[in-house]
T-cell receptor, first 114, second 112 residues
Framework: EAGVTQSPTHLIKTRGQQATLRCSPI?????VYWYQQALGLGLQFLLW???????NRGNFPPRFSGRQFPNYSSELNVNALELEDSALYLC?????????????FGQGTRLTVV | KQEVTQIPAALSVPEGENLVLNCSFT??????LQWFRQDPGKGLTSLLL?????REQTSGRLNASLDKSSGRSTLYIAASQPGDSATYLC???????????FGSGTQLTVLP
């Protein structure tokens, strides 16, 4: 069975541009989570989607946004890119309501802003 | 606000040694605790999930314990191997936080 898949693997953007990152959860999983891991820093929570609705949002500016599609896949959009947005962006999925079941992570998208 | 601390930040041991990684959290009202492994530049691999009602979980050479009342968890790795070298992260789901809150990790190096 396929795990959580993220695309693209690497993304290079210029400051001020927009970036779109995509995530396909494990089949049957309805919850999707996004995390940012900047170099040398810990994992920072960005967004949680479940059943197509945004359930929680981390302490990030509004230019970080996303959505979950009817097939439970998700995309993360980052507008007006800044150099400090360079990081590994990780997506995770889980069955049902957040916190009650195991979360599985993808391999991440490495975003570099130049 | 939930805070998760992992000690030590880095650990280097010779192959074959048994070792313990520590994780502590400030808010004991957790739903579950998960241990992950992360290789450099890669995603996270789930190792063990302990529900709040459980005391421990085992998978192969790994054993994780949970003492919710004291806000502590340990990950025991038996007979360590060079392939165990990675960063180990613990994370807790707290109902009030509505997110998985991560510690900063323990970077483990197992020397051949």
């Amino acid at each position: 069975e396929a795990g959580v898949t993220q695309s693209p693997t690497h993304l290079i953007k210029t400051r001020g541009q927009q970036a779109t990152l995509r995530c396909s959860p494990i089949s049957g999983h309805t919850s999707v989570y996004w995390y940012q891991q900047a170099l040398g820093l810990g994992l920072q929570f960005l967004l949680w989607y479940d059943e197509g609705e945004e359930r929680n949002r981390g302490n990030f500016p509004p230019r970080f946004s996303g959505r979950q599609f009817p097939n439970y896949s998700s995309e993360l959009n980052v507008n007006a890119l800044e150099l400090e947005d360079s990081a590994l962006y990780l997506c995770a999925s889980s069955l049902g309501t957040g916190g009650l079941t195991e979360a599985f992570f993808g391999q991440g998208t490495r975003l570099t802003v130049v | 606000k939930q805070e998760v601390t992992q000690i030590p930040a880095a650990l280097s041991v010779p192959e074959g040694e048994n070792l313990v990684l520590n994780c502590s959290f400030t808010d004991s009202a957790i739903y579950n605790l998960q241990w992950f492994r992360q290789d450099p530049g890669k995603g996270l691999t789930s190792l063990l999930l302990i529900q709040s009602s459980q005391r421990e979980q085992t998978s192969g050479r790994l054993n994780a314990s949970l003492d919710k009342s004291s806000g502590r968890s340990t990950l025991y790795i038996a007979a360590s191997q060079p392939g165990d070298s990675a960063t180990y992260l613990c994370a807790v789901w707290t109902g009030s936080a509505r997110q998985l809150t991560f510690g900063s990790g323990t970077q483990l190096t197992v020397l051949p």
